[in-house]
């Protein structure tokens, strides 16, 4: 499927693919409410999507952590109204994975997000289709900025790290993306767009800007 001078595609999932942070963050801090946890929106952007802080592990700093199970399940069905009745694909997201679907390059999604989670986006949006492989929080041991989510991906894709693109939107990903040897393109959301995105390889302000070739012209710069 890959020939020798092919490249992959591994797309983060929330704030790259579907516009699905401010929901998340809405159905985690409700159900955190709902069992008696008061986190503020500013905080859980600081420490989860930034710094790429474990939620459950936020939770646990501020209330009893034998809720969690209970808490997680609240939030999913919470998120899952949510989902139906709000959520969007980001700019240019579905456009290009159907380019490079038809180009026939391999593409793959890796997520801080559980299973459950981001399978309740792909059943939103029929996203199977596009994606050869996926992993999820659950299927790693370490998350980002650690990179075990971006070799697991490229293991299944069949291909080393370093021909393989990450697209991100966050610095904790765009740090998990090197750190696994791959390529990066950051593509800040307004939660990110003021922190430091340099170490990406390039950046652009929407997947609207983005095509096959360019996307192999940073895994190959000319």
């Known amino acids: 499927m890959n020939p ?12 790259v693919v579907v516009d699905s942070e401010p929901m998340t963050i809405r159905s985690y801090l409700q159900a955190f ?5 008061q986190v503020s929106a500013e905080e859980y952007i600081r420490r989860v999507v930034v710094a790429g802080c474990r939620v459950s592990r936020l939770f646990r ?20 109204e949510l989902v139906r009745e709000e959520m969007r694909m980001m700019p240019g997201a579905l456009e290009l994975l ?46 980002k900025p650690h990179p075990d989510c971006f070799l697991r991906a490229a293991e299944l894709l069949g291909l080393p ?11 904790k990903g765009i740090l998990a993306a090197k750190a696994a040897g791959a390529r990066c393109l950051a593509v800040p959301t307004y939660l990110t767009a003021n922190e430091d995105l340099s170490i990406a390889d ?14 192999r ?3 190959f710069p000319a």
């Not at 981001?118 to 790693?140: H, K, Q």
């Not at 790290?161 to 610095?171: G, K, L, M, Y």
């Not at 390039?202 to 996307?215: K, P, Q």
């Open 161 to 171: 790290p370093e021909r393989c693109v990450v697209i991100e939107d966050a610095p």
């Open 217 to 219: 012209g940073i895994v």
């Open 98 to 143: 159907k380019e490079l679907r038809k180009s026939v390059v391999p593409c793959a999604l890796a997520t801080s997000a559980s299973r459950a989670t981001m399978s309740i986006v792909f059943e939103r949006f029929g996203l199977d289709r596009y994606f050869d492989e996926t992993v999820t929080l659950d299927e790693v041991g370490n998350h």
């Open 33 to 37: 409410r709902e069992y008696g946890v």
């Open 61 to 80: 700093d501020h209330g009893d952590g034998a809720k969690w199970p209970a808490v997680f399940a609240r939030k999913n069905d919470i998120y899952r």
């Open 4 to 15: 020798s001078d092919g490249f992959g595609v591994i797309f983060d999932m929330d704030g």
């Open 202 to 215: 390039a950046v652009v302000r929407s997947l609207e800007e983005v095509s096959v070739e360019g996307l």
